[in-house]
T-cell receptor
Framework: DSGVTQTPKHLITATGQRVTLRCSPRSGDLSVYWYQQSLDQGLQFLIQYYNGEERAKGNILERFSAQQFPDLHSELNLSSLELGDSALYFC???????????FGPGTRLTVL | AQSVTQLDSQVPVFEEAPVELRCNYSSSVSVYLFWYVQYPNQGLQLLLKYLSGSTLVKGINGFEAEFNKSQTSFHLRKPSVHISDTAEYFCAVTGAGNTGKLIFGQGTTLQVKP
């Protein structure tokens, strides 16, 4: 158990819908990262927050957004969903930046 | 910017044999390097990391890796594998001075046969 929690574990939805994925970092970690894992793209960095502020952006679509709240949990919002958004979404957290990232169990999103 | 190449997509090996999973990276700055393992239907678990210091790093489950700056490599080794080591292995890099975002290789599937 890494100490990083993600909910829900599975999410099945339809095209055009909007979903929210939630992540709670390890106790004391200020930095949260979101990654997407798909068969064709592999593991790709989406976005990073540090103590409530956006720190870095990767290959994140404009339809996707995220935020980190004062209690340090983070949410990834995916809207106008397409079939190609089906993937495993991971959250990771770290204390220092850069440093070891500890990953949550992931949320598997299926868009039908 | 950094990039990672895992040279083998699949590595089949018999139980109790040694194994090496190869990883090469590219970076214009100093790097931190990681190996993660992903078991079926699970998240990523840290195997080992190189941040600084000794170039030979030991991790969990008997794995070790050697950082070779001149060859820009960070190969993962285990002297004797078990069936339970069957999994996907990812090499990842981040620049020592940047935000910490990880760049991952495409992964290597280790298949341990009895």
């Amino acid at each position: 158990d890494s100490g990083v929690t993600q909910t829900p574990k599975h999410l099945i939805t339809a095209t055009g819908q909007r979903v929210t994925l939630r992540c709670s970092p390890r106790s004391g970690d200020l930095s949260v990262y979101w990654y997407q894992q798909s068969l064709d793209q592999g593991l790709q960095f989406l976005i990073q927050y540090y103590n409530g502020e956006e720190r870095a952006k990767g290959n994140i679509l404009e339809r996707f957004s995220a935020q980190q709240f004062p209690d340090l949990h983070s949410e990834l919002n995916l809207s106008s969903l397409e079939l190609g958004d089906s993937a495993l979404y991971f959250c990771a957290s770290s204390g220092q930046v850069p440093d070891t990232q500890y990953f949550g169990p992931g949320t598997r999103l299926t868009v039908l | 910017a950094q990039s990672v190449t895992q040279l083998d997509s699949q590595v089949p090996v018999f139980e109790e044999a040694p194994v090496e999973l190869r990883c090469n990276y590219s970076s214009s700055v100093s790097v931190y390097l990681f190996w993660y393992v992903q078991y079926p239907n699970q998240g990523l678990q840290l195997l080992l990391k190189y941040l600084s210091g000794s170039t030979l790093v030991k991790g969990i489950n008997g794995f070790e890796a050697e950082f070779n700056k001149s060859q820009t490599s960070f190969h993962l080794r285990k002297p004797s594998v078990h069936i339970s080591d069957t999994a996907e292995y990812f090499c990842a890099v981040t620049g020592a001075g940047n935000t910490g975002k990880l760049i991952f290789g495409q992964g290597t599937t280790l298949q341990v046969k009895p």
